[in-house]
């Protein structure tokens, strides 16, 4: 029995520290999910258990009859630790499995939640009264400390528990990781087996068989929680793996406490021999035989570290080169965000190039507002994107936990000097392959080019003199009224097919660049003359045309010709889709320094199926149509230095609506700032 108690004292101290650790690195990880919560809890209900255990033991060998104060204390610590244990084991598996996407979300959790903890509150009210006045309460056999009742739930709650990790096991994705789930399983049926045992089979007969399992079922939370430290350690199980400053720090800290009290132990035993001082001395001293194989040890752990540092950082360079040479600068930066997330199990990473609008200049200056307590600051999540001496921009990560730790640091500040190569070789591929698009838009605009001249030259002049005749016919006052409506026909047929050859001669002929930059015109001179002449056609169709223009001229660059071209075909698309008694709205504006044009239609909108394609060449929906409206639109708004969006539907899930923004000439930009108004 001696041996047992000796157990039981190394066993309780154990399992006091195990549980007190992994609080310590819980709250200093800090990661928001509900499983860290619980597992918390968890944690406090067996540092409840075995701190009031350890108490009654070690007050058992130091009085011969424990104080009624100290009698109470552990009573209220071994009461609130075993209450609460069983619920919270069952809560701790309901949220781990919806945190890997085991199970779903169960229909009713409070409901389950409030039912699963309500034992816990009945053993809590009725547990301390009864243990206060003596019934079933030992100090070394805790067999039957709550009775039969809290035998049977324990024992269920931790069948319950097999279940679910043998599912975890099968889900998991590392055989260290499955493996461990499994030996849970095995742990919860060996620990629901020995429960029922205890509190339904053992009696007096066997009071030493019942006093040993009863000791291994006590120790039995202390092997999970000591084989977790290796599993986050070196497999970064429940993602806390990445905090290696965190797990280092306060693994160190309770060795050192799990050594004094082992020295404190020791000088008592040997008090007979050696004063308690002297065995103290001894036992401290002897640590120094064991700094040189301790400091051979950790040079090992931190080249292996190192070198699985660097193989991770090249692969990941690698793979970030490798997107970069796809040459899409903003699916780089995503990527980026991505794999640094995955790679460093941070909770967010963002990159911020110099010269965006949001861009990391710009949020360096600003405070964060209302920062919560696990934000840090800026200087100490930030790492500068250095090309030499510029600042190409910031990546900034945003840990789980209080803080980054010092290996994770030094990798993104090295992933930064590596990051300048990536987004120079993603912006030089964006441009060969963007000037590669405009040389073969170029060359098929020349082929549209030469066969619209080519039609233009067969069937334009033709089709003058066809139109010409018919003007003729027309005149004549004797041609029958039924011939004249016909010939009316066909002028209109051979009016709209000029109008269709024009728009073809129109597409296939690109502003020059120079002459782009030097235009400008009075957009809302333009936006009236515009109007003016479609309104005729709007009010045949019973349209209603609304327009809105500012009270003085809006210069914008762009030429007259081509922003005429761009409303033009904005609104005869508008005055198409629009129903009979609908309304079309053309308004133009100045804001924010910048001119913005927007053409709004109530028709049914364009469909999902076709919005990818509304902008593309000769994409139409309609019979007669030749699919370059739009076309035309986006031509001229880029080669205008504007900008085209559109949506649909725009309101009460109807009509479409497109905006042109375009850039204002200087003396309006001028004007428009804040700063010259009213001078």
């Not at 223009?549 to 660059?557: D, Q, R, S, Y």
């Not at 005055?575 to 100045?590: D, H, I, T, Y």
Request: with cysteine; net charge positive; glycine share 8%.
């Amino acid at each position: 029995m001696r041996l047992l108690l000796y157990i039981r004292l190394i066993g309780f101290t154990a399992g006091t520290l195990l549980p007190l650790f992994w609080m310590v690195v819980i709250l200093g990880h800090r990661r928001q999910r509900n499983f860290e919560r619980v597992l918390f809890f968890l944690c406090l209900a067996l540092l409840a258990f075995y701190g009031g255990s350890l108490l009654a033991l070690n007050a058992q060998i130091h009085y011969a009859e424990p104080p009624a104060a100290l009698r109470a204390f552990a009573v209220t610590l071994l009461s609130a630790g075993l209450c609460f244990l069983p619920s919270l084991l069952l809560h701790l598996h309901l949220e781990y499995a919806e945190t890997r996407g085991v199970s779903g979300r169960v229909p009713g959790k409070r409901l389950w939640l409030a039912l699963a903890y309500l034992p816990a509150v009945y053993f809590a009210a009725q547990a301390y009264p009864r243990q206060a006045t003596g019934y079933g309460f030992g100090f070394v056999d805790r067999g039957n400390v709550l009775g039969w009742v809290y035998s049977l739930w324990l024992g269920a709650a931790l069948l319950y528990c097999v279940r679910p990790e043998m599912r975890l096991a099968e889900a998991a994705g590392i055989a260290p990781v499955r493996g461990f789930h499994r030996f849970l399983a095995g742990l919860f049926g060996v620990g629901a087996a020995l429960v029922v045992y205890l509190h339904v089979f053992s009696g007096p007969a066997n009071a030493g068989l019942g006093s040993a399992l009863n000791t291994a079922l006590l120790l039995l939370p202390i092997l999970p929680l000591a084989v977790l430290i290796y599993l986050v350690q070196r497999y970064n199980f429940l993602e806390i793996g990445r905090q290696k400053n965190l797990l280092f720090a306060v693994s160190a800290t309770f060795l050192a406490l799990l050594y004094l009290s082992l020295v404190r132990r020791v000088s008592g035993w040997l008090e007979p021999i050696l004063p308690p001082e002297a065995t103290a001395g001894v036992l401290l001293f002897v640590l120094v035989i064991f700094v040189e194989p301790l400091q051979r040890a950790l040079g090992g752990l931190l080249r292996d570290t190192l070198h699985r540092e660097v193989d991770r950082l090249q692969r990941l360079t690698a793979e970030i080169q490798q997107e970069a040479r796809q040459g899409d600068l903003a699916a780089l930066l995503s990527f980026i965000e991505q794999r640094v997330k995955e790679a460093f199990a941070v909770e967010s990473v963002r990159v911020q190039l110099a010269g965006n609008s949001d861009g990391a200049a710009g949020a360096a200056e600003k405070a964060p507002e209302a920062p919560e307590p696990a934000v840090l600051p800026f200087a100490q999540r930030e790492f500068a994107i250095r090309q030499g001496e510029e600042v190409l921009g910031y990546l900034h990560a945003q840990p789980h936990g209080a803080s980054l730790s010092g290996e994770t640091r030094a990798a993104l500040e090295f992933l930064c000097e590596q990051l300048p190569g990536a987004l120079d070789l993603c912006r030089l591929i964006e441009e060969k392959l963007r000037l590669e698009r405009e040389l073969a838009e170029r060359e098929r605009l020349a082929l549209v080019g030469q066969m619209a001249a080519s039609i233009s030259h067969n069937l334009k002049n033709p089709l003058g003199s066809i139109k010409t005749i018919l003007q003729v016919q027309m005149e004549s006052p004797e041609l029958p009224e039924k011939l004249r409506g016909e010939t009316r026909l066909v002028l209109e047929e051979v009016g709209r097919l000029s109008a269709k050859l024009s728009q073809l001669l129109e597409f296939s002929r690109p502003a020059v660049r120079g002459q782009r930059l030097a235009a400008r015109c009075d957009a809302r001179s333009v936006g009236e003359e515009v109007a003016s002449v479609l309104r005729h056609e709007a009010e045949g169709r019973g349209i209603a045309l609304e327009t809105s223009f500012p009270a003085g001229a809006l210069e914008v660059t762009a030429s007259r010709d081509a922003l005429s071209d761009v409303l033009a075909n904005l609104l005869v698309n508008a005055l198409e889709a629009a129903p009979k008694g609908g309304r079309v709205a053309l308004r133009l504006a100045a804001e924010n320094g910048q001119a913005v044009l927007s053409v709004e239609d109530d028709g049914p909108g364009i469909p999902a199926a076709l919005r990818s394609r509304v902008l593309q060449p000769f994409f139409t929906t309609k019979a007669r149509g030749t699919g370059l409206g739009l076309a035309i639109v986006a031509r001229r708004v880029g080669e205008s230095g504007g900008r085209l969006e559109w949506e649909s539907p725009a309101a009460n899930g109807r009509g479409t609506r497109f905006r042109v923004t375009l850039p204002l000439a200087e003396e309006e930009t001028a004007k428009s700032t804040p700063g010259n108004r009213g001078n």
